[in-house]
Structures are given as structure tokens and as C-alpha cells.
């Protein structure tokens, strides 16, 4: 008798939160239904060697993964900026304003050799930002776009990234140019600023089609 084939897919069961079983892998080992019916029931302890969800005759085998790190701030922003309105943002927005990245001192071994590049990626968190929306109208145009091809605030995981030009360190202080974090921003990461990529090799989607609009 021919197996039927093995779905696999990964989803996330809120009714089923619990320590060791936040995200979930779930085997279908005999349909070809891809997700559960519904109603199902869940049948195993938590930390169980088997863990079942059933629905009628269908049992789908549960496997923890293992949970994501918590990331933890490396430092923080001074920046001029105490609101996210006096931000420069929309065409032409410049991006001059200049603060320090003050690196936790247990961390300033990291900093190695960082004095001989000229900028900066600068990975941090979105700390104050609003509720997720997966679409959002930017302020460089009038219509809506997805959250990924965006640079908006209110993102699955509240996570930005900043290039900065390097201007100076004194111990675990970082001066440098292009702030646009609001001051007291946690930052995440740091890592030297390497493109390979020609400029004209690059494409700039929506971008490129709201400034033809705008002539």
C-alpha cells in the first residue's frame, strides 16, 4: 500500500502556550490534509515524550522547537531627538544629526579595531512603537505597502537598521553622524558597513515608481 505523503508545517497554537511548547512542529503522519481540522483536541502532559493533537481519527504528532534567544541591549543612544516628529523623514529627508552610541562598558573588548571603518550598521529596537500593521502608508507616498518593504516602526518584531558614519571613539563611546533613533534608543548590534553591490545593480521597488509620480 503506497504511503501517503507527510505534510509538515510549522504554525503557532496561542491555546497551547506553554513553556516548552510556544512554537510548534506539526507531522501529519496519515492524510494529506495540510493543518488540522477543526475541532481538535490536545492530549499529552507538557514535557511528555508523545504529544498528540487529535481531531476524529486523525493523530498529528507535536514536537517542541527550541525557543529564540531574548535579546539583551549592548548600549544605548544619545540622540538630539526626544520625539519621533522632529525626526527628518518623507523625499529628501537628510540625515545629519549627530549623537554617541554609548556600548556597555563590560562589552568595550568588542570594540576592537572598530576605528578603521568609516560606518556603521547600527541594528536596534523600536522600543516605543505602536501595534504591528503588515500595511501601512509610508510618508514618501500615497499608498499602502507592505510592512517588509517598509521602514515603518510597527513591525512583527520591532527591529531597525540604522548606517552611521564613524566619527570618533573614546573608550565604549561611538560618535557618529546619521542619528535617526529617538535618545535612549537600546541598541542591538553593531557591525562595520560592507556593500559589494554596484549601484547599478540596485533596485529600489515602490520607491522608484512614487518619485516618477511625484515628477
Same mark, same amino acid.
Request: net charge neutral; with cysteine; glycine share 8%.
Given at each position: ?78 540622540? @538630539?531627538?526626544? %520625539? ?5 523623514? $518623507?523625499?529628501? /529627508?537628510?540625515?545629519?544629526?549627530? =549623537?554617541?552610541? *554609548? ?82 534608543? @537600546?541598541?542591538? %548590534? ?5 556593500? $559589494?553591490?554596484? /549601484?547599478?545593480?540596485?533596485?529600489? =521597488?515602490?520607491? *522608484? ?7
Amino acid at each position: 500500500m503506497q504511503r501517503a505523503n507527510r505534510a509538515i508545517a510549522y504554525v503557532f497554537i496561542p491555546a497551547l502556550r506553554t513553556p516548552s511548547l510556544r512554537a510548534l512542529l506539526i507531522r501529519q503522519e496519515n492524510t494529506g490534509i495540510f493543518l488540522p481540522p477543526i475541532p481538535a483536541k490536545y492530549v499529552g502532559m507538557d514535557g511528555a515524550p508523545e504529544q498528540y493533537l487529535v481531531a476524529g481519527s486523525i493523530r498529528w504528532k507535536v514536537e517542541a522547537l527550541p525557543l529564540m534567544f531574548t535579546p539583551q541591549p549592548i548600549g544605548f543612544v544619545q540622540s @538630539p531627538y526626544k %520625539d519621533t516628529a522632529a525626526i527628518p523623514r $518623507g523625499p529628501g /529627508a537628510k540625515h545629519e544629526a549627530e =549623537g554617541v552610541l *554609548e556600548i556597555l562598558c563590560e562589552l568595550e573588548p568588542g570594540l576592537t579595531d572598530i576605528e578603521g571603518f568609516s560606518h556603521l550598521f547600527v541594528i536596534w529596537e523600536f522600543d516605543r512603537a505602536g501595534e504591528c500593521e503588515l500595511l501601512s502608508t509610508p510618508p514618501t507616498d500615497d499608498r499602502p505597502h507592505g510592512v517588509f518593504t517598509t521602514r515603518s516602526p510597527r513591525r512583527p518584531n520591532p527591529i531597525a537598521l540604522t548606517v552611521v558614519e564613524l566619527l570618533g571613539r573614546e573608550g565604549s563611546s561611538l560618535l557618529v553622524r546619521g542619528v535617526d533613533m529617538l535618545d535612549g534608543t @537600546p541598541i542591538l %548590534d553593531i557591525k562595520p558597513y560592507l556593500s $559589494g553591490i554596484p /549601484a547599478e545593480k540596485v533596485r529600489r =521597488g515602490w520607491m *522608484e515608481e512614487a518619485e516618477k509620480r511625484r515628477g
